[in-house]
């Protein structure tokens, strides 16, 4: 597999952490997660912003990724996980993988509105590993424990009713135009989300793997 970069693009709840980091495990990509580096940050404003719904600014989300990126196992590729969010992130990232010499595809993981809100509502998270459940899709084997780290998962502070509806406006307001963006250039390739996880991982293996 030559190296590239693969942005998979998706609205909140659609899957994106979930098959990153399956091609992380199985296709030895890196998963780039920005939610994630930024929830890991212990910075009081940050974590308000991210809990209410809104973006963090593109310059600091900008900044990580590109420290994350010239790390030495990023360079036969790496999978983005809800970057790029905006045009001027898109556009950073462009001249990033052109100045890398990598080819970027992206694929949207698309996912009707209407299952979204148990995906998100359902959600539980492990603080150690950060795998992910979900109470009605993938319970863990002991009820609210990590089958991974036999510690009690936990909820994000965005994913309540209220929190969900200002991210699903977000999403149509700031990151839609990027999908059109790569439609445009002729780099987005769809798969339906809404299908089992598996089914899910092997159309993205296709298309990750497709030279
Ligand atoms: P981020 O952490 O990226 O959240 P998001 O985009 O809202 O996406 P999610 O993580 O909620 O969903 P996902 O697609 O990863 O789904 P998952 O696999 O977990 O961002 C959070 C915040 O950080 C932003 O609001 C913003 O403040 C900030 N931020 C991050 N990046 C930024 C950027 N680039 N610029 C500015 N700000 C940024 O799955 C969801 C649930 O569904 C799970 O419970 C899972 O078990 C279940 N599930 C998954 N697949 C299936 C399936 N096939 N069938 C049934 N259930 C499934
Ligand atoms: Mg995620």
Redesign the pocket.
């Given at each position: 597999m030559s190296s590239k970069i693969i942005v998979l693009m998706g609205a909140?709840g659609a899957g994106?952490?979930?098959q990153?980091r399956l091609i992380q495990e199985r296709l030895g990509l890196p998963q780039i997660?920005t939610?994630?580096m930024l929830r890991a940050l212990a910075t009081e404003d940050i974590h308000t912003t991210q809990a209410s719904g809104r973006l963090i600014s593109d310059a600091v989300v900008i900044d990580l990724v590109r420290q994350r990126t010239a790390v030495d196992d990023c360079l036969n590729g790496y999978v983005l996980?809800?970057f790029p969010r905006t045009i001027v992130q898109a556009e950073m990232l462009d001249q990033m993988a052109a100045a890398e010499g990598k080819p970027l595809k992206a694929i949207l993981i698309d996912v009707a509105a209407s299952v979204l809100e148990k995906r998100l509502t359902g959600r539980r998270n492990c603080p150690v590993g950060n795998e992910?459940f979900n109470i009605y899709f993938k319970p863990p084997r002991t009820d609210s424990i990590c089958d991974e780290h036999g510690v009690p998962l936990r909820q994000r502070a965005d994913d309540t009713i209220d929190k969900v509806q200002v991210r699903l406006e977000t999403y149509e307001k700031q990151t839609a135009p990027v999908i059109d963006y790569y439609k445009r250039t002729g780099r987005l390739e769809i798969v339906d989300g809404d299908q089992e996880t598996e089914t899910i991982y092997e159309d993205l293996k296709k298309i990750v793997t497709k030279e």
């Amino acid at each position: 597999m030559s190296s590239k970069i693969i942005v998979l693009m998706g609205a909140p709840g659609a899957g994106k952490g979930t098959q990153a980091r399956l091609i992380q495990e199985r296709l030895g990509l890196p998963q780039i997660s920005t939610g994630d580096m930024l929830r890991a940050l212990a910075t009081e404003d940050i974590h308000t912003t991210q809990a209410s719904g809104r973006l963090i600014s593109d310059a600091v989300v900008i900044d990580l990724v590109r420290q994350r990126t010239a790390v030495d196992d990023c360079l036969n590729g790496y999978v983005l996980d809800g970057f790029p969010r905006t045009i001027v992130q898109a556009e950073m990232l462009d001249q990033m993988a052109a100045a890398e010499g990598k080819p970027l595809k992206a694929i949207l993981i698309d996912v009707a509105a209407s299952v979204l809100e148990k995906r998100l509502t359902g959600r539980r998270n492990c603080p150690v590993g950060n795998e992910i459940f979900n109470i009605y899709f993938k319970p863990p084997r002991t009820d609210s424990i990590c089958d991974e780290h036999g510690v009690p998962l936990r909820q994000r502070a965005d994913d309540t009713i209220d929190k969900v509806q200002v991210r699903l406006e977000t999403y149509e307001k700031q990151t839609a135009p990027v999908i059109d963006y790569y439609k445009r250039t002729g780099r987005l390739e769809i798969v339906d989300g809404d299908q089992e996880t598996e089914t899910i991982y092997e159309d993205l293996k296709k298309i990750v793997t497709k030279e």
